[in-house]
């Protein structure tokens, strides 16, 4: 005998079913405007550098008429034993001081202060020897390898150079101009020693020799320095030459930049390496920042080319640089909004006068009314774990050592042409102490309204973020930042 099942049944039973496959078709849709984070794995001991050398392994490559190369961590070039709690909540001071002197820049830039260094004081801040969290790439100058820091919040490339009147150690050889054909000193009355009191806020020094030399100065607010001359150079970008580049020939240089040869300029000024090779790359650039959870991560740095170079893996949203003739060579967009969890903040701060977009910045700085808004939303979205002290900056803190993984609010940012770049979700989150029962919200609020937001590295990882500076736009695209 065979029973009949009326089709109302059927559906009754079938109902669960098809809405358990609705959910996972959806996948993270019951933890909507979340991101799962495995704690688990990013509770470091402690860590050696990976390398004696900065520049054994390092890659580049040609592809579509763009040059790429590889981005490391800075950590990669250490080459010693690291106290992962300690280097963390140094990261944090050093960050700190580092945005205090680009606020103080930037005011000395409105009110056109320029100083003349001729007879400046260094500070310099001591008893902290960790590396702040910036990344790296390998260039060739005068047919030597040098591995620098990428900045986008400078302008002048410098290297130190041999002989040093006091320098810091570094990984590789330091470089000697002495020996390279190729070496030409910068003359004191040129157009080019004019060129540094726009690029660096410090007017060029005249030496003593005869003819006078050019002499610059650079300082970045956490006591690191170089002082030097201007030289021009042949330099190579993987595949690529360029000749008569100009930088910094650091003399005397002291600071924390982790071992590696110096900094490589990717700000607006004619002195920056994005203007210098404008010709080749046409002003085109654009980077890749890996996890700094891993220090062998690769990341890439692409000169030129466009996107079918790219790996990116949601589709590129452009939004237009804000032109501002007083900060004019810092990259400035407008940050329209900002939602937690898939909800739009609400705060007064959005839309006015612009945020910086720096890969020398770690944390994310926010105006006080944007931040006090985004984190009551994170709290409210974030409850039921256990509270833990603040450090530094970073004044929400919980305490999630009991726990192996954890769902957190995903939090996006929105830009002026409906742009849009959603943070990774080890961006989100930042952890003080290795054990995870310090770690904080990885978002920090300026200290007056009127001071001007910056969005740091930390927030920009396994994003594809492409500086097109001809046309004065800027693009963003989730890639994941792992390998070349």
Request: proline letters at 4%; aromatic letters at 8%; one cysteine or more.
């Amino acid at each position: 005998m065979v029973t009949k099942v009326k089709p109302l049944t059927i559906l009754s039973l079938l109902l669960p079913f098809m809405v358990s496959l609705f959910f996972l078709a959806k996948g993270a849709h019951c933890f909507e405007g979340k991101k799962k984070l495995h704690l688990h794995k990013l509770q470091w001991q402690q860590k050696s550098g990976s390398s004696s050398s900065c520049v054994s392994h390092q890659k580049s490559r040609i592809e579509m008429g763009a040059i790429a190369l590889e981005l490391k961590h800075k950590n990669y070039c250490s080459g010693k034993m690291v106290d992962w709690n300690e280097q963390q909540q140094n990261r944090l001071i050093l960050d700190n001081l580092h945005v205090q002197y680009l606020q103080s820049r930037i005011k000395n830039m409105i009110c056109g202060n320029i100083k003349d260094v001729s007879n400046t004081e260094i500070p310099l801040t001591s008893g902290i020897r960790l590396q702040t969290l910036n990344y790296i790439a390998t260039i060739e100058l005068g047919s030597r390898n040098m591995t620098v820091i990428v900045d986008t919040g400078s302008d002048l490339t410098w290297v130190q150079c041999q002989p040093c009147k006091s320098c810091y150690n570094q990984q590789d050889p330091v470089f000697d101009p002495s020996i390279s054909p190729s070496y030409q000193k910068v003359l004191c009355n040129s157009s080019t020693c004019h060129a540094l009191e726009f690029a660096t806020g410090n007017s060029g020094v005249c030496s003593s020799s005869s003819p006078p030399d050019c002499n610059y100065f650079v300082s970045y607010g956490d006591g690191s320095y170089t002082r030097g001359e201007l030289g021009r150079e042949h330099l190579g970008l993987g595949k690529a030459s360029v000749n008569d580049f100009i930088f910094g020939c650091g003399r005397n240089n002291k600071g924390l930049f982790g071992g590696v040869s110096g900094l490589m300029g990717l700000g607006r000024s004619d002195l920056s390496l994005v203007s210098q090779t404008s010709e080749i790359f046409g002003g085109l650039f654009s980077y890749c920042l890996p996890s700094t959870q891993d220090a062998g991560a690769s990341g890439s740095l692409i000169l030129g080319g466009n996107s079918s170079v790219f790996k990116n893996s949601t589709p590129i949203t452009y939004t237009n640089m804000i032109p501002n003739p007083q900060l004019a060579t810092f990259y400035i967009l407008n940050l329209t909004g900002i939602s937690i969890g898939g909800k739009q903040l609400q705060a007064s701060g959005f839309a006015k006068g612009g945020i910086l977009i720096d890969s020398g910045t770690v944390i994310t700085r926010l105006p006080p009314s944007i931040y006090s808004a985004l984190k009551a939303e994170f709290l409210k979205q974030f409850s039921g774990f256990p509270s833990a002290p603040g450090f530094s900056i970073l004044d929400t803190c919980f305490n999630l050592s009991a726990y192996q993984e954890v769902n957190i609010p995903s939090v996006k940012m929105e830009f002026e042409g409906n742009a849009e770049m959603t943070v990774d979700v080890t961006g989100i989150v930042y952890f003080v102490k290795s054990d995870a029962s310090q770690v904080c919200l990885a978002l920090a609020s300026l200290s007056y309204e009127d001071e001007t937001g910056i969005i740091g590295n930390y927030q920009q990882k396994n994003q594809r973020v492409i500086y097109d500076t001809k046309n004065s736009q800027l693009g963003f695209a989730g890639e994941d930042c792992s390998s070349m």
